[in-house]
C-alpha cells in the first residue's frame, strides 16, 4: 500500500513504513509528510498493529531533511510552514504505540528530528545524524526544544550550533541512538526489537510511553512554532536558503 511518497506494509503485528523518495533523498516534501501522516494515523487506528517501524528507501538516505526547493520568504507562507512540518515530525511522539526508528542512512535535520521523536532508534553502522541548518543561517525547529533534555544542555547547543554531521557510533555514545548494528541487519534488529515489544501487555506499553512523554508537546511546541518563523526574515538566513539552492557557499554578514 502507498500513500503518497511513503510506503505501508504490515508485517505480523508491525507497520513498517518507507519514506520512499530516494532520489531526492527522502527530503521531506510534501509527499512524504502527507504520506507519513496518514500511514502513522493508519497504524495508530489499526487494532492489529501493535509496533511501528519507520525507514527510508534506498540505501543512502532515511531522511536528508526539509525540501526547501520551492520555499517562499513571506510570513504567511513561513509561519504555516513551519507549523506543519513541526507537527509532522512530532507526530511519532504523539501516536499510541510505541515507533522505531530504522535509520539507513543520512538522517539529517528534519530526518534527525523524526529519529528522536521516535521512541527506540536503531541504526546502521553507514547512518550519519545531524542538525546542519546552521549552514543556512537557521536553527533546527523541533530539535531546539528536544536535543536539551536528550544529550544536555552543552551538547545540544554543539550540535545546533556548528550543524556538523556525527557518525552512528558517536549517536548512540550521545543516547541518541539505542545501538548501532551492521547495515544489512538493520530491519531484522528492528523487526526482532518490534516482536519483543508486541509480545508484552499492550495497556502497559502505551501507559508506559504516555507516562514518559507526558511533558512532550505543550508549551514547547508551540513557542517553536511562533519563534522559529523570525527566524527566516534574517538576511543570514535568506543567503543561506540561496546559495544551497545555487550549490555555493554562503557568506554570511
Known amino acids: 500500500m502507498q500513500f503518497d511518497s511513503v510506503d505501508y506494509e504490515i508485517k505480523g503485528t508491525t507497520a513498517l513504513i ?3 523518495e530516494p532520489d531526492k533523498l527522502n ?4 509527499g512524504i509528510r502527507s504520506g507519513l501522516i496518514t500511514a502513522l494515523t493508519t497504524a495508530d487506528d489499526d487494532p492489529a498493529v501493535r509496533v511501528i517501524i519507520i525507514t527510508g528507501a534506498g540505501e543512502k538516505s532515511f531522511c536528508a531533511g526539509a525540501d526547501i526547493s520551492g520555499f517562499e520568504f513571506n510570513s504567511t507562507y513561513i509561519r504555516e510552514f513551519m507549523s506543519k512540518v513541526i507537527d509532522v515530525l512530532a507526530l511519532p511522539e504523539n501516536v499510541t504505540k510505541p515507533v522505531i526508528a530504522a535509520v539507513n542512512g543520512f538522517a539529517f535535520g528534519g530526518g534527525f528530528e523524526i529519529a528522536i521523536a521516535c521512541d527506540f532508534v536503531i541504526a546502521s553502522e553507514q547512518a550519519k545524524f ?3 541548518e546552521i549552514q543556512l543561517g537557521l536553527l533546527p525547529g523541533f530539535a531546539i526544544v528536544r536535543l536539551n533534555e536528550l544529550v ?3 551538547k545540544a547547543k554543539y550540535l545546533s550550533m556548528l550543524g556538523e554531521p556525527m ?3 558517536e549517536a548512540e555514545d550521545l543516547g541518541l541512538v539505542l545501538k548501532v548494528v551492521p547495515h544489512d541487519e538493520l530491519l531484522t534488529q528492528a523487526f526482532a526489537l518490534a516482536e519483543k515489544l508486541a509480545s508484552k501487555p499492550q495497556m502497559a506499553i502505551r501507559y508506559a510511553k504516555s507516562i514518559y512523554n507526558r511533558d512532550l508537546g505543550g508549551a514547547d511546541i508551540t513557542y517553536a512554532k511562533d519563534a522559529m ?3 527566516f ?5 535568506k543567503e543561506g536558503v540561496t546559495a544551497f539552492r545555487e550549490k555555493r557557499k554562503p557568506v554570511f554578514k
Open 18 to 20: 518507507t519514506l520512499n
Open 27 to 30: 527530503a521531506l516534501s510534501s
Open 130 to 132: 545531524g542538525v546542519p
Open 152 to 154: 544536555g544542555r552543552q
Open 167 to 169: 557518525s552512528a557510533q
Open 229 to 231: 518563523p523570525f527566524l
Open 233 to 237: 526574515t534574517d538576511d543570514d538566513a
